[in-house]
C-alpha cells in the first residue's frame, strides 16, 4: 500500500537517505526543509520546526497533495556543541526548542489524522549522545534523552488507536553535522565504536524504514551506532 510519508530535515543528511528509502519502497513521500527545496522525486515543503503554525501547514500540504500523512519522521535537529559553563541560556534553549519541540510539534501536527484512520507510525530521530551523554553537548544529549521519554509517553497514549511510536538512536554518521567536527574528535568516537567506524545515512534509514512498517513494535529505542551506546 502506498503511503503518505512526511520527513523533517529531509532536504539533507540522514533525513534525505530517510526520504529517498520510502521513495524508493513506493511511498509518496514529502520533505521539509528551511529554503533549500527539495531533491527531484520528493515534494519539497518550506517549514520550520520552531513555528507551530509552519508544521501545520506542512502537514496540511503534504495531505493535500498525497493524502493524509500515515508517516511521519521527526528527524530535524540541530547542534550547538560547548562546554557547560560556556552554554548560555540562548545555546541552551535553542537546541531543545528545534530537537525537542520541534519534535513536539510534529507529533502534535501529524497525530490528528493519524487518529482519525485509526493508524500511524511516528519515528524520532534521537542520538546515542542522549543515551550515553556527550561532552560538550548537554543541550543537545538532553534534547535527544527528552525525545525517548516523549515516544514513550506517546506509545502508550496512542497505542490504543494503533499507531506506533518509536525512536532510532544513530551513532556516528557521516554529513554535514558530523563534518564541523575535528577529525580528531572523529577519530576518538570511532575508536570507542565495536564496528570501527561511521555509519553511512543510509545505515540509519533502514531502521527508520523497517520501524514505519513493524506493526507490533512500538516505545522502542532502536540503537544504529555500530554498538557505541551498547547496554543503554
Ligand atoms: N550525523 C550524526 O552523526 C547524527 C548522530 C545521531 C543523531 N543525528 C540526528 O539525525 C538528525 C539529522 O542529522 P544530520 O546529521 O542529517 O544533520 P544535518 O546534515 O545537519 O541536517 C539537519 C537537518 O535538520 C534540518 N533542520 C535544522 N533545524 C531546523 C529547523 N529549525 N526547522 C526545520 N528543519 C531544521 C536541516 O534543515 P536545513 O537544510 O534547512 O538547515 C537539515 O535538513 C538530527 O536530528 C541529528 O541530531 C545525527
Redesign the pocket.
Known amino acids: 500500500m502506498t503511503r503518505s510519508v512526511l520527513v523533517?530535515?529531509?532536504?539533507?543528511?540522514?533525513?534525505?537517505?530517510i526520504a529517498r528509502a520510502f521513495a524508493a519502497a513506493g511511498d509518496k513521500v514529502a520533505?521539509?526543509?528551511?529554503?533549500?527545496g527539495a531533491p527531484d522525486g520528493l515534494l519539497g515543503i518550506k517549514?520550520?520546526?520552531?513555528?507551530p503554525d509552519?508544521v501545520a501547514a506542512a502537514f496540511a500540504e503534504a495531505s493535500e497533495v498525497h493524502g493524509p500523512v500515515s508517516v511521519v519522521v521527526?528527524?530535524?535537529?540541530?547542534?550547538e556543541d560547548t562546554l557547560l559553563l560556556r552554554m548560555d541560556e540562548d545555546k541552551f534553549h535553542r537546541v531543545l526548542?528545534?530537537?525537542l519541540g520541534?519534535a513536539y510539534r510534529t507529533a502534535k501536527a501529524a497525530v490528528p489524522d493519524m487518529v482519525r484512520a485509526r493508524a500511524g507510525s511516528i519515528v524520532f530521530?534521537?542520538?546515542?549522545?542522549g543515551l550515553r551523554g556527550s561532552e560538550g553537548q548537554a543541550n543537545?544529549a538532553a534534547?535527544?534523552a527528552g525525545l525517548v521519554g516523549f515516544a514513550r509517553s506517546l506509545a502508550r497514549e496512542l497505542g490504543p488507536r494503533n499507531i506506533t511510536v518509536n525512536v532510532?538512536?544513530?551513532?556516528?554518521?557521516?554529513?554535514?553535522?558530523?563534518?564541523k567536527l575535528s577529525d580528531a574528535r572523529k577519530a576518538q568516537i570511532v575508536s570507542e565504536v565495536p564496528l570501527r567506524r561511521?555509519?553511512s545515512?543510509e545505515e540509519?534509514a533502514s531502521a527508520v524504514t523497517w520501524l514505519a512498517s513493524a506493526s507490533y513494535v512500538t516505545g522502542a529505542v532502536i540503537p544504529v551506532?555500530g554498538g557505541l551506546g551498547m547496554g543503554h
Open positions: 523533517t530535515g529531509g532536504n539533507r543528511g540522514i533525513g534525505l537517505a520533505v521539509t526543509h528551511r529554503g533549500s517549514c520550520d520546526v520552531t513555528d509552519q521527526a528527524n530535524a535537529g540541530i547542534t526548542d528545534t530537537n520541534g530521530v534521537s542520538s546515542v549522545a543537545y534534547s535527544k532510532v538512536a544513530p551513532g556516528l554518521v557521516d554529513t554535514d553535522m558530523t563534518d561511521s555509519a545515512p540509519i551506532d
